[in-house]
């Protein structure tokens, strides 16, 4: 398996709502990153996990909570989030921090009503 | 951080002809990472560069990165309507820091 999937596909969600995005990969990839990448803009980083702990967190809003429950699995968590938080929430991964490039999933299109 | 700074940031060529992208940096980098993105899907990657003067190929893509690891080209032979996308350059300065990247080139090849 040499890819990483993600799940939802698209999403939408209210203001008010709890939801979570999901990454998966099977590579035996020990870092794994969140980017936002907004329409006609580059990736942001958001996150990033290695060997299943939080590295890095780039002055993302606490309404973004990420989790890593073991080392195939990375999730999303949202909660209350405003509509300008709309975006493609992209999840890669790599070896390593210091190996490989990123491997990146198709992305999952939130929408926040 | 570096900034990554692409050209041109976009590009219309007709089918069978060759094309150049640029990406420049103001620092010295670990590592250039050129990936192809569709709208609205996730980046394909498609080379990787760590060494002052490396030069890579796949099929008709070719990337170069000069000695002084602060620049990389990407260049297309013979294009095809199969190459249009959004190319990104993206990079680390230091081993083991994701990678920021450019602004990417929308390249269209026209029939």
């Known amino acids: 398996d040499t890819e990483v999937t993600q799940t939802p596909k698209h999403l939408v969600m209210g203001m008010t709502n709890k939801k979570s995005l999901k990454c998966e990969q099977h590579m035996g990839h020990r870092a794994m990153y969140w980017y936002k990448q907004k329409a006609k803009k580059p990736p942001e980083l958001m996150f990033v996990y290695s060997y299943e702990k939080l590295s890095i967190n780039e002055s993302v809003p606490s309404r973004f909570s990420p989790e890593c429950p073991n080392s195939s699995l990375l999730n999303l968590h949202l909660h209350a989030l405003q509509p300008e938080d709309s975006a493609l929430y992209l999840c890669?991964?790599?070896?390593?921090?210091?190996?490989?490039?990123?491997?990146f999933g198709p992305g999952t299109r939130l929408t926040v009503l | 951080s570096q900034e990554l700074e692409q050209s041109p940031q976009s590009l219309i060529v007709q089918e069978g002809k060759n094309l150049t992208i640029n990406c420049t940096s103001s620092?010295?980098?670990?590592?250039l990472y050129w990936y192809k993105q569709k709208y609205g899907e996730g980046l394909i990657f498609l080379m990787m560069l760590q060494k002052g003067g490396e030069e890579k190929s796949h099929e008709k893509i070719t990337a170069k990165l000069d000695e002084k690891k602060q620049q990389s080209s990407l260049h297309i032979t013979a294009s095809q309507p199969s190459h249009a996308g959004i190319y990104l350059c993206g990079a680390d300065e230091d081993s083991g820091y994701a990678l920021n990247f450019g602004k990417g080139t929308s390249l269209l090849v026209t029939p």
């Open positions: 620092k010295t980098l670990y590592g």
């Open positions: 890669a991964s790599s070896q390593d921090r210091t190996l490989g490039a990123p491997r």
